[in-house]
């Protein structure tokens, strides 16, 4: 089974930086995506990125795109969310999830999920 560890949150004022982790552990698979999503306290889940293992490719919410890069570390199973000129409304708990395959799928077809990762960002 596939175990999800998101990791590098913390407190952040605004403009600061912040790179999140999810490593994977247990993964039997080539071909597989990882995203990240995100959730503020009284608001729905909201898909922030997801890249794919197969080649790369990667996908980011157009409302973050200039401030968020994903990328992905194979051999360790490991993708990033580097996040620069962080601003309040950031703040959420961020969530990596994994799939099995070579797209991302619609927010509910994710077969595992991590526990989170509290991102608070300061005015």
């Known amino acids: 089974e596939v175990q999800l560890q998101a990791s590098g949150g913390g407190l952040v004022q605004a403009g600061g930086s912040l790179r999140l982790s999810c490593a994977a552990s247990?993964?039997?698979?080539?071909?597989?995506?990882v995203g990240w999503f995100r959730q503020a306290p009284g608001k729905d889940r909201e898909g922030i990125s997801c890249i794919s293992s197969t080649d790369g490719s990667a996908h980011v919410l157009d409302s973050v795109k200039d401030r968020v890069t994903i990328s992905i570390d194979n051999p360790k199973n490991t993708v990033y969310l580097q996040m620069n000129g962080l601003k309040p409304e950031d703040t959420a708990i961020y969530y990596c999830?994994?799939?099995?395959?070579?797209?991302?799928?619609?927010?509910?077809?994710?077969?595992?999920w991590g526990q989170g990762t509290q991102v608070t960002v300061s005015s």
């Open positions: 999830a994994f799939a099995v395959g070579s797209w991302c799928p619609s927010a509910s077809a994710w077969d595992y």
């Open positions: 247990g993964v039997s698979f080539d071909d597989y995506v």
